[in-house]
């Protein structure tokens, strides 16, 4: 079954996990890594001791953990991961570059493990195999031929941990560059910067505990079932615990709505746990509106009842700007909220009611729903607005929680895997290694697009992932990689970067998290609250031939630089204890790095909002006071927002269904409003075409299916990668220069056979 044929469609879910997602692991599990490899590594996944899944980073918790401390989504990387399956020497000299190129995303994950190093030579049609020593000869001859440090990128996924990013980071750095974009610039950069401007820091400001004490818990522009199915057991027991889950969506998703717990035994004969007792499907872009209105019916209750609703103490003591912000509050319309966020002043006010109805802890997560638009960062600075109105922000139970994407994700950002790292980090890595970073800003993921494109940037070098298919504007991003003298993925399979190369192509075959690396050496992840673990794999590796992103990328930089060189390259790549105590020297917060990483459980960095200490210019938790707006296109197009199925986790696709949308055997399919498709004449499963608009170009997706859903009129979402050419790459969030994948200009229309 290919993603081009008819789709199965039935109605869409309104619980998650339960027996479905029980079958559904361990069907993945059984048939890629085998009953006695899977379910060993199942039940080494997330434990104290064990290794770090994979797949997401919602953290786990600090007490007790269950035997089976996974979810469904954690059960499919694992068996992505430990798969049998191997893609070798012979399976790259049967398939040339065109033919897998001509393979779906799906059929490429199936095709198991890269099992050694290969390169694509100049004119080449097939991959062949090349000694871990060539490979790393070719890299360096490469970096050395540029003019510039400057024309190589190095990007980072979020799968790399703590030890690889912060090595990586310093030979980029030694190399001469800060071109070091990641997967943060295309999610959570917009929530980091807004964050930092608002607060003093761009992470999140509570733990899991505290979601198990709050009052209320607002799930904004996030869908946990598929994206982060843990999440759902701490939802579980915070509505146990007398907590309000209100979910604030385009769409109504079943992680939102139900949760069938996979390890309660009630929950698998039938009983659901309800979820959010109010539900809002906020119009796409709409939440800024929402939140202005919310503040807007706060403070004209303030006004009656002084002293009665905002936290004026808070707000005297620790707060920056409000008289401003109260204005702008007050000089918005109401008719404006209500237009731009599709929510009435009636549902706002309940909504209110449910945030006054306790002591006020508050708890806002939200995931790229928020983020992946142009106002992205003004939105999360109304959020935070919102908590500075309340108090609700450094105290039990409450504060702000940005739920991240890939596991390591922001340690990677810690370990300083960033474009434009502060002083006193460049000034600290200066000290301690005899460096001389460079202070000029980097490129971010799009100035790294634009830069292949013109061809200022003739090297691309990535630590993980699958960049092509995460970026925007997919035939701009091939044509710009294709500019390039080498491109060199580290990887575990094969993906679709791999086919759309420059002149000359490596594929670096690297060690999976669940796989033991050398003498059980271990590394270490920092998950989405702050948390720095252990991580030690426990299964034997896929092949003989694999390294680890630490011993990858220790060569790499001793290839480089020389045997002399005053780094100790080889040693980092021999004992990673040695990284760590680097570390430890480098950034706040690490002390005593080995001992306590080595500890069950891990250790918190440290968090200064917690104690309501703000590092801002000011020290001041500052307002933000500006007009609302939403992302608003002519009459008879759409606003189309790129989401993902069930069946994959970032770029990676396991399979063909998106169960809790009732949907399979399909990907190329788009969800509307039942009468957008009527007013345009198109029936349900009719193949269509998109157009996308932006400042008078024009992008197309052809041959999708239409979708009925239940979603608000005006708005499409489809799946990513394969509506990822519609994004436009200039279009980007405002500030942190996010591609905007959630708010794309569209319109539908026949296809034309």
């Keep these: 079954m290919n993603d081009t044929d008819q789709p199965k469609v039935k109605k869409s879910k309104t619980w998650a996990g339960g027996i479905p997602a029980v079958n559904s692991s361990m069907r993945h599990i059984i048939s890629q890594a085998g009953l006695l490899r899977g379910t060993r590594g199942l039940l080494e996944m997330n434990q104290a001791g064990g290794f770090d899944c994979p797949s997401c980073a919602w953290p786990d918790p600090d007490d007790d953990r269950s035997v089976a401390e996974f979810c469904e989504n954690g059960a499919k990387a694992l068996a992505s991961e430990a798969t049998r399956k191997l893609a070798d020497a012979a399976f790259f000299a049967n398939h040339s570059v065109d033919e897998l190129a001509a393979q779906s995303d799906c059929w490429h994950e199936q095709q198991g493990r890269i099992a050694e190093p290969m390169i694509l030579d100049e004119g080449a049609t097939h991959y062949r195999p090349i ?57 959570h950069e917009s929530s980091g910067l807004a964050m930092h401007q608002a607060i003093g820091i761009g992470k999140g400001t509570v733990t899991m505990h505290d979601l198990t004490i709050a009052d209320v818990i607002l799930c904004v522009g996030q869908n946990p079932g598929t994206n982060h199915p843990r999440m759902l057991t701490t939802l579980e027991e915070a509505v146990h615990h007398g907590a309000r889950i209100v979910a604030i969506n385009p769409l109504r ?103 006054l109805d306790g002591s006020r802890k508050i708890i806002t997560c939200w995931a790229m729903g928020i983020t992946q638009h142009r106002n992205a960062v003004a939105t999360i600075r109304e959020i935070a607005n919102l908590h500075f109105l309340l108090g609700a922000i450094g105290k039990p139970g409450a504060g702000l929680c940005p739920v991240r994407g890939h596991s390591n994700v922001q340690g990677d950002r810690t370990m300083g895997i960033f474009e434009r790292m502060p002083e006193w980090f460049l000034a600290a890595l200066d000290r301690e290694t005899g460096i001389h970073s460079p202070r000029k800003i980097g490129y971010d993921t799009v100035d790294s697009i634009h830069a292949m494109h013109r061809g200022d940037a003739k ?284 708010a794309i200009e569209i319109d539908i229309i026949t296809r034309q056979n």
């Design 459 to 742: 090297v691309f070098f990535a630590l993980g992932g699958n960049f092509l298919s995460a970026s925007p504007d997919t035939e701009y991003t091939s044509a710009a990689m294709r500019r390039c003298k080498l491109t060199c993925h580290v990887s575990t399979k094969l993906n679709r970067s791999h086919l759309v190369t420059g002149r000359r192509a490596l594929i670096l075959p690297c060690l999976g998290r669940s796989e033991r690396d050398g003498n059980e050496r271990m590394v270490t992840c920092e998950n989405s609250m702050g948390v720095v673990q252990s991580s030690r794999g426990i299964l034997s590796p896929a092949s003989p031939d694999l390294l680890s992103e630490v011993e990858i990328i220790a060569a790499l930089a001793a290839a480089y630089h020389g045997d002399d060189h005053h780094i100790p390259w080889s040693r980092f790549a021999e004992n990673y204890d040695a990284i760590r105590d680097l570390i430890e020297r480098v950034i706040p917060g690490f002390e005593n790095y080995n001992q306590r990483a080595a500890q069950p459980g891990g250790f918190y960095l440290p968090n200064p909002v917690k104690q309501r200490v703000f590092l801002t210019p000011n020290k001041k938790a500052n307002f933000h006071a500006v007009e609302i707006d939403a992302f608003e296109v002519p009459a008879g197009r759409l606003i189309l927002q790129t989401l993902r199925s069930h069946d994959q986790f970032n770029t990676t696709i396991y399979g063909m269904h998106d169960r809790y949308r009732g949907i399979s055997q399909a990907r190329r399919v788009i969800f509307a409003h039942p009468d957008e498709f009527k007013s345009r004449g198109i029936k349900p499963c009719q193949k269509v075409d998109i157009i996308s608009y932006w400042h008078g170009e024009t992008r197309r997706a052809d041959a999708f299916i239409a979708i009925p859903y239940e979603m608000p009129m005006g708005s499409a979402a489809a799946y990513f990668p394969e509506a990822n050419v519609l994004v436009p790459v200039h279009s980007q969030a405002i500030g942190s220069g996010t591609p905007t994948s959630k």
């Design 131 to 187: 000694s871990w020593q060539d490979a790393f000869l070719c890299l360096a001859e490469e970096l050395h031929a540029l003019n510039s440090p400057d024309e190589a990128i190095f990007y980072t996924s979020g799968r790399a941990s703590n030890e690889a990013a912060f090595i990586y980071q310093l030979f980029v750095r030694s190399f001469g560059t800060n071109n070091l974009p990641d997967c943060s610039n295309m999610c």
């Design 253 to 355: 998703e079943a992680g939102l709505i139900g949760f069938a717990h996979p390890q309660n035994p009630m929950a698998m004969m039938g009983r659901k746990t309800p979820l959010a007792s109010l539900y809002l499907t906020v119009k796409v872009n709409g939440d800024f509106a929402l939140f202005r209105g919310l503040a807007k019916i706060l403070l004209e209750r303030e006004a009656l009842a002084p002293g009665t609703i905002v936290d004026q103490a808070f707000i005297v003591e620790h707060t920056h700007d409000f008289e401003n912000y109260r204005s702008a509050v007050a000089a918005t319309e109401w008719d404006e909220i209500v237009r731009l966020s599709g929510i009435d002043q009636n549902q706002l006010n309940q909504l209110v009611d449910t945030l």
